[in-house]
Structures are given as C-alpha cells and as structure tokens.
C-alpha cells in the first residue's frame, strides 16, 4: 500500500490564492448568467412554452455543489487531509453533475436558438462521434477507469504535489461525471441513448465498480495515495456511502424517465402507417410533430424543440 506516508501536496497551500478563489467563482457567475439570459431568450421565443422553473433550480443547484468543492472552506482542506479531496471528488464528479444534467442545458439552448440554428446543433447530436460519446459504455470507461488511475497509480501524488496540476482531476471528475449523468438518466435530446433496462445494467455495472474501488482503497490493496492511513480508510468510506447515495438518486431520476412503448392495436387486418416524410414540394411542417419528421426524428421522441418525455 502506498499510503502512510505524508503526502507531498499537504501544507503547500493550494486552494488558498486569490486566483484559487476568484477564477473558479467568476467562471460559476458566469455560467450561471449564460443560463439566466438562455431561459429568458427561451422564453420569449415560446412566451406560451416557457420554461419549467425546477429546472432552473436544479441547474442552480449544481453550480452551488460545483462552488462547495472548489471554494473554501472544502478547497484548502482538500489540500491537508485526503478526506477532503474525496469528497470534493463526490460533489464534483457525481452530485454536482447529475444537478446540472437535470437542468437540461442543451435542451434549453436549442429552445432559445433560431430554427436553422436547431438544426444544426440537432446534426452535431446525431453525429457518429456524438453516438459514440453518448453510449452507456463509453460514458463509463472515464468515470470508473479515471478512479483506477488515480488513486493506483502515482497520477494522484503527482497532481497534487504540482501546483495547479490539481486542477486537472477535478476536470476530469466533473466532465466524466456530466458525460454519465446525461447519457444515463439525462433529459436532454441523446439519439444513441438506449432503453432504460441497459442503461440499468451500466449504471448497476459502475455501483459494483466504485464499491470494489472503495473496498480496495479501504483495505490498502495496491492503492497509490501517499497519506495517513487513517485518512486513506477515511476517504475511502466517504466514497463508499456517498457514492451509494448518489448513484441512488440518479437511479431515481432513470426511473422517472421510464415510458412504457404502447405498441397500437390492430383492428380488423388494419395496418399502422408509419408518420410520412414530407417530400418535396409539400407544405413546410409547421407543427412539432411534423418538424421532428422533418429533420429525421420519430414524431414522439425528443427533437431539436426540446420536447422531453419527462416534462
């Protein structure tokens, strides 16, 4: 085990700065400002539509998560005690994000920008690159694989003992996290995603994967981190339980997503039409129903509107 010694970033004083401080609060102000003008442009485009206020407050609520880790007084004692780091790790790579994944961000934008403009950014979703981002798996190779890498291997001594480098985990965690919140249980438009079974099977495959890593953590088996042994069993129990609890809410918020598929009934030998593409020629699609066919998407699944099945 490599834990029992005092690690090289304790007592450096990072997360103390003025910039450790100013830089990652603009940027929360910032994002939180894009938000407040996109909803207010969403809504003047669709004054009839609007915008549901829980998810205003669900995507305020993750920037509140993302500024508890980053700012003190988490952020210096993540620093000193490898107790804090974990559980900046927890509120930046799986509470903070399954928050803003629930604000539906890219939904709202496509609400708030010009038809042409939708489409476009609807092409960019259902590109190959953008399946392939977007599949369970591939979503679940960063935030479990990430974890392995740092916590059994010299990365996480590493990053912290550099300053500055330490804010490259703390991207990682909260950009993995985001990727497998949205593909998991997000309500945002995801063309690849699959059913909701398979992605019950992921998210179960990543609960089992955490619990091993915490175990081995816990235990001291080939674990990487040069900290007190108390704080390494510590850490490794906040990820543990807090990690249980989070990937409980995002399995809740999976399940509200679930709608059965009704198969329509066959009356007498009749047989159900599939919605007609419009050819050329024909009236512009004026109805929603009718500009998702337009731009290749099922009448009833999400568009590039922002028509989801859980508002």
């Known amino acids: 085990m490599g834990a029992g010694a005092a690690h090289p970033g304790h007592g450096h004083g990072g997360g103390g700065g003025p910039l450790e401080v100013w830089l990652p609060a603009l940027a929360l102000l910032g994002c939180a400002a894009g938000y407040a003008l996109t909803v207010r442009r969403a809504r003047r485009r669709h004054p009839a539509r609007g915008w549901p206020l829980a998810r205003t407050l669900s995507f305020a609520a993750g920037l509140v998560l993302v500024a508890m880790a980053l700012l003190p007084p988490l952020a210096p004692f993540a620093h000193e005690d490898f107790r804090g780091h974990m559980a900046q790790h927890l509120l930046l790579g799986m509470y903070a994000p399954l928050a803003l994944t629930l604000g539906a961000p890219v939904t709202l934008l496509l609400r708030a920008l010009p038809p042409d403009r939708g489409r476009r950014l609807t092409a960019v979703l259902r590109s190959r690159p953008a399946r392939l981002l977007g599949h369970p798996v591939t979503a679940l190779l960063p935030t479990t694989g990430g974890l392995v890498l740092l916590y059994f291997t010299p990365v996480y001594d590493a990053a912290m003992g550099h300053p500055g480098w330490h804010w490259l985990p703390h991207a990682h965690f909260l950009l993995s996290g985001w990727l497998f919140a949205y593909v998991i249980a997000g309500p945002d438009p995801a063309p690849a995603r699959p059913g909701v079974p398979t992605r019950l099977v992921v998210?179960?495959?990543?609960?089992?994967?955490?619990?091993?890593?915490?175990?081995?953590?816990?235990?001291?088996?080939?674990?990487?981190?040069?900290?007190?042994?108390?704080?390494v069993r510590g850490g490794a129990e906040i990820m543990y339980y807090g990690g249980d609890l989070a990937e409980l809410l995002l399995a809740?918020?999976?399940?509200?997503?679930?709608?059965?598929?009704?198969?329509?009934r066959r009356t007498h030998g009749s047989r159900v039409r599939p919605p007609r593409r419009p050819k050329e020629g024909d009236p512009r699609p004026t109805g929603p129903a009718e500009i998702r066919v337009a731009v290749g998407l099922p009448p009833s699944g999400p568009g590039y509107l922002g028509v989801t099945p859980s508002e």
Do not use: K, N, S
């Open 203 to 231: 998210l179960g495959v990543a609960i089992a994967a955490h619990a091993v890593i915490a175990q081995l953590m816990y235990g001291g088996f080939w674990v990487e981190v040069r900290a007190p042994i108390a704080e």
């Open 252 to 264: 809740a918020a999976l399940v509200t997503t679930w709608r059965p598929v009704r198969t329509p």
